[in-house]
């Protein structure tokens, strides 16, 4: 079941429905998804970091961090997740221009190896979790927000080890707190280690892979690129005008990072 606003599955057991229930969720006779409808004028445009680009950005963040904590913390070295998903994050952020206090990110996360007993290796299914990631609007639209967002994602993720279900019975409950509360909540889709662009079924590799969902549900979808070199692709919905927008804060958000490498 694709859970509104999650960009992820989540699994139709009986706790889940519970809080969906407790919480103005699906209808009191089924876990129905609910029936979303793309806007009008939304537009689904896929950009691209090369391994380049990431490897530029992540110098940059790992400078940032050491400028801010000297001898305080050891080395911070972000995952390519972290990393793709702070700079898409921000580019969002600057584009939509918001008003809000505070900005949400949303993203899904595989327990099977973070479990203890472990799940044996051969579980069929789904066995995930959601991490939230709460950040101050305007330090991100600042010149070192993609830091701050970096550092925002990689902080959880870095945790999850030490109890990976930590909080979920309180999960969906918080993430719908947020929908009310009026702040913008990003969320992620896919995952570039699916390796989609590597799948052949008998046609051939694919030439161009897209998650059309995302149209409805407003995420942003993270995949390999096609070219194999090590890069992602990062699929976005938004107005035409936004997706414009967007294109140019992409592009020279790159070649900051890149005058800054040299």
């Not at 970091?49 to 530029?56: C, F, G, P, R, V």
């Not at 570039?192 to 409805?216: A, C, H, N, Q």
């Amino acid at each position: 079941m694709e859970a509104e606003g999650y960009g992820g599955v989540v699994r139709n057991d009986g706790s889940v429905r519970h809080m969906l229930l407790a919480n103005n969720g699906a209808n009191d006779s089924s876990l129905k998804i609910r029936d979303m409808k793309a806007p009008p004028d939304a537009m689904l445009g896929t950009f691209q970091l090369t391994k380049a680009n990431i490897e530029s950005i992540k110098k940059w963040v790992e400078s940032k961090w050491q400028e801010k904590h000297t001898e305080e913390k050891p080395a911070f070295h972000p995952s390519t997740f972290a990393i793709t998903s702070a700079y898409t994050w921000v580019c969002l952020i600057k584009t939509q221009k918001l008003t809000t206090e505070n900005v949400h990110l949303a993203f899904i996360v595989d327990c099977r190896a973070r479990l203890e007993p472990p799940i044996p290796s051969t579980y069929f299914g789904n066995c995930i979790t959601c991490c939230i990631i709460d950040a101050d609007t305007n330090k991100c639209m600042e010149e070192d927000g993609v830091a701050i967002a970096a550092w925002a994602i990689a902080e959880p993720i870095g945790g999850l080890d030490d109890g990976v279900l930590k909080g979920a019975k309180e999960l969906i409950p918080n993430y719908l707190s947020r929908l009310k509360d009026g702040d913008f909540v990003s969320s992620i889709a896919g995952s570039p280690r699916f390796e989609l662009y590597k799948t052949d079924v008998g046609w051939g590799r694919p030439s161009k892979v897209e998650m059309v969902s995302i149209v409805k549900s407003g995420a942003s979808y993270l995949s390999d690129s096609r070219d194999g070199n090590g890069g992602i692709e990062i699929g976005v919905v938004l107005k035409k005008h936004e997706t414009e927008a967007f294109a140019s804060m992409f592009a020279s958000g790159l070649e900051y990072y890149q005058v800054r490498e040299n």
